[in-house]
Each structure stands twice: as C-alpha cells, then as structure tokens.
C-alpha cells in the first residue's frame, strides 16, 4: 500500500520557468510533509517541509502548498534553474509515529 | 551544527559474505535514527528505526539486522548478503522534538 505517491516520473522544464512537483497521500493521520532533493550517489537534501496547519510555505525559490482536502501537496521552484535538476522525493509523516513515508520520486530536468 | 556519517561510501561485497554498515551521528543527543535503502530507479524504503538505544524497530522482513550500541551509533548487518540486497544505503536522524529528518551520504553496495 503506496500511502505517499508521486504519480510523475519525470518532469523537463525550461529554465527560468516554474517547475511544479506533485505528491499524493492517503493517510489522514499524515501531519507534516517534507520535499528532500537527491543527486546520484548521494544522500537527499531537505528543501522545504510544512505542517498540516499551513496551506502554505515559502523559502526562497521554493514554496509547498498543502490542500488537506484533497491529500494533495505540490512543490514550486521559481525560477527553474540547470542545478535543480535531481530527484525530488516528498515524505509524509505522523505525530508519535517516529517513521517518514516517502513517495517514489520525480525526476526534475531543468533545459538550458 | 550536526552531522550524519557512513561508511563505507561504497562497498562490493560477494553473495553469502557477511555486511556491517556504519553510521554516526553528531553534534546532538538522543536522535531517532534509520536505515534506509533506495533499489535501483526506485524511491527510498524504510529498513529500520530506532528511538533510543537497543530499540530497533524493523519495517521490512528480510536477511538484514540493525543494532544501536550507542546513543549516536547505528549499525547495519546481515550474516549472509543476497544478490537482492544490493542498493543505495542511507542512514538518517531526526530530533526527538523536531519533525526534520536529515540524510547520511549513502552507502552503495553491490554484491555479486
């Protein structure tokens, strides 16, 4: 059972455009939601989180929006640059429950 | 400032030979942390936690085993290594009381 799902494989966008990464989840229980970022061969980066009191959150060139009704969140990056070309996993977890669910990830192209 | 250690950065190891993968923790106390592996072309699964030390909590039945034989020290083993076990290894700790989870470099291991 797939509770964190990430339904876009891959996603090629031109740089300087807006990049839209979506994640899906099915647990109601999920209170916080993170977007870590990997390059090959290397461990994820944590971007960007948001708690499931906020609809929104912004650092940077990264914003998460969160609608709770439809379990549904989705990263921006704007403007898209060449480096934020990686991987891109969301992660959900639940208070007391100490684990992080993590979708399958998107694979973001940036074109020059 | 904290930071997540592993080792080693890659290891190739023959099918029925034993594994210990190890990783550190500092600049903080009383972490939870986790064992990860991410399979080629797929997302990251959650192998093990542990809350504090000597409690290991395991997600998924396999030939794999976690100890924690100290507050900022986790370790990874199998007696005899598949071929299925081959991937990318990741070890992560989070705060007792913040949410964020934060990633090691990652072990890749392949046996053969």
């Known amino acids: 059972d797939q509770q964190v799902k990430q339904n876009s494989p891959s996603l090629s966008v031109q740089e300087g455009r807006i990049s839209i990464l979506n994640c899906d989840y099915t647990?109601?229980?999920?209170?916080?939601f993170l977007w870590y970022k990997k390059y090959p061969a290397e461990g994820p980066t944590f971007l960007i989180s948001?708690?499931?009191?906020?609809d929104k959150n912004e650092d940077g060139r990264f914003t998460v929006f969160l609608n709770k009704s439809a379990k549904h969140l989705s990263l921006h990056i704007v403007p898209s640059q060449p480096g934020d070309s990686a991987v891109y996993f969301c992660?959900?977890?639940?208070?007391?429950?100490?684990?992080?669910?993590f979708g399958t990830g998107t694979r973001l192209k940036v074109l020059a | 400032s904290q930071t997540i250690h592993q080792w080693p950065a890659t290891l190739v190891q023959p099918v029925g030979s034993p594994l210990s993968l190890e990783c550190t923790v500092e600049?903080?106390?009383?972490?939870?942390l986790y064992w990860y592996r991410q399979a080629a072309g797929r997302g990251l699964q959650l192998l093990f936690y542990?809350?504090?030390?000597?409690?290991i909590s395991s997600e998924v039945p396999q030939n794999l085993s976690a100890s924690r034989p100290q507050d900022r020290q986790f370790i990874l083993s199998s007696k005899k290594l598949l071929l299925s076990d081959s991937g990318f290894y990741l070890c992560?700790?989070?705060?007792?009381?913040?949410?964020?989870?934060?990633f090691g470099p990652g072990t890749r291991l392949l046996v053969l």
């Open positions: 992560a700790w989070a705060s007792q009381v913040a949410e964020t989870q934060y």
């Open positions: 647990n109601s229980m999920f209170d916080y």
């Open positions: 948001i708690s499931s009191i906020k």
């Open positions: 992660a959900a977890s639940a208070e007391g429950t100490y684990k992080y669910i």
């Open positions: 600049g903080t106390s009383n972490p939870n």
């Open positions: 542990s809350v504090g030390i000597g409690q």
